[in-house]
């Protein structure tokens, strides 16, 4: 009975701390959060603050120069990204399912609101090549 | 030059986002804390050992066990895995698109497991393997006048072949579709052609040991979705339908060997697919790399370094285990190594269902859109066809936000976690009569279950990174 007791008490000690813990890492974790915040909301602007565009250029095998392209938004802001492309194929965005023939040589501009969250790609429909991996945060 | 390895299932069109920090502190807390009131508030009597079965009415047990229905749930399986074929072969090679990639690998492989562990082992009546083999057996006794005769199954093997097949499969759906160096995902057609070969196989095995005792060892489905049948609450004990004590089953399914190769070899696939895109993804590319280096295709070299990989997994998960095992051998009074190591495994389980909730909840609720949707009107992907006026529908990504399915991860670990250690305690005090001694052998299945629960919560928050 004795021990028990003692048990009980050590074991509301341990949640104690723990609860405790618990406060401070959700701090750090939401000073986080507003850093991440920051961090894309500059990268979506451009010097004068206006809206930046990234662009995407494919090379004439149908890769995307320097690799997949990484986005990173929150979600309500406006995803935008521009398609140059060295050959003809469909861009498609997938899960928000939108997707623009380009021709070889010209390019697209994607224009829409981030309502979905999680990870997405887009890639060249005919070719299967993934260009850019969307992220969207809460 | 560089790789990229995109999206292995091209099933998806989403990925998960990684658990932020804080909830991943969160859960590792939670984890430590339920432990420690494990240790302390632990009962002296197992409670788990007796199923303690009770049956249910009658008439409705023998309605749903009785011939007719039999018949028409082996028919349904028949169909099934005949028309996913089917579709494989003659449908679109785009994998989202065509029926047998979402109804093989999502509704049917995360489907009967996410429901075994309620309603027990309902694959058992749909196994069209099963179907076939009781069908060539009954005919085979009613021509010949007598019951066939069937090869003595070596027991040493007991569950082994489909623990190696469990690995395969995954292996199958992850690996295999490569093309030219990248990750593009299991064909189709590629999947068709397995089921084919994984048919006659399996047919091949039930007639030469038996259609039951092939199920129970080496038939790959059933070994793996009636591992998780043992945490379900309704069971079948001499032909009739019962209700059972929930988690009890599984306390006696460990008694064939190589029972815990199957639970350790579904832990370490589903830490291999969800870490070869975060957690491993460096160390892949760069084997991937010496590899290709050394003058092997791009194909077969990416193919060799996820093959690597996902068998150093298994042996990281067995070797956990094992130091588990060893452990507890130390504690006064312990039964043998032999008789801990499966006795001990089924408590695996909850923990290996865990890993599973957490890395495809989301792939499942997503894509069962697709399955009822265009996939069940437009089944070959033709657009020529939509049968139930489903064929344009699409999957609405709304229906979960992030941080729901981030709750549903790290809430199945810790769930996992808690059952496991409660499993892990029942059987402890069984071996060691003596509380004290009972209560010193689990620091070490706590250490494993911890080490398990928090390389899970690992995994869920490097995802993708």
Known sequence: ?138 | MSFFLPLAHALVARKDLPVPAWLFAWGASLVLIVSFFALSAGWRKPRFEDEKWRPLDERFSRALLGYPVQVLCGLIGIFLLGFSIYAGLHGTEAPDRNFALTFIFVTAWLGFPFFSVIFGDIFRPFNPWRAVGRAVGGAFGLVAGQGSAHLRYPERLGRWPAAIGLLSVVWLEVIYGTSGGVAVGLSPHACAVAALVYSAYTLVMMGLFGVEKWCETGEIFSVYFGMFSQLGGFGVRDGRLGRRLPLAASTHWATVPGSAAVVIASIASTSFDGAQEGALKDAIIQTFEWLSETGLSLTASLRLADTIFMAICFVGVGLVYLIGVRGMSTVRGAPPVKELRRGFAHTLIPIAFAYLVAHYFSLFVFQEQAQFGYLLSDPLGTATTDLFGTANNGIDFKVLSANAIWYVQVGALVIGHVVGLTLAHDRAITYWGNYRQAARSQYWMLAVMVAFTCFGLYLLSVANA
Not at chain 1, 33 to 42: D, F, S
């Open chain 1, 1 to 138: 009975m004795n021990s028990n007791t003692t048990r009980v008490v050590a074991g509301i000690a341990v949640v104690a701390v723990a609860v405790v813990l618990f406060a401070v890492l959700r701090d750090d974790g939401k000073s986080d959060n507003e850093k991440v915040e920051e961090q894309t909301k500059t990268e979506h602007t451009g010097a004068n603050g206006a809206p930046a565009t990234t662009t995407i250029v494919v090379d004439k095998e149908g890769k995307p120069v320097g690799g997949i392209a990484q986005l990173t938004y929150n979600e309500g802001e406006q995803v935008r990204f521009k398609v140059e492309s060295g050959v003809s194929d469909e861009v498609h965005m997938h899960g928000y399912d939108i997707g623009k023939d380009v021709k070889a040589g010209g390019s697209v501009t994607f224009d829409f609101p981030a309502t979905l969250e999680g990870v997405f790609e887009a890639e060249l429909e005919d070719r299967k090549e993934q260009i850019l991996e969307l992220t969207v945060n809460p």
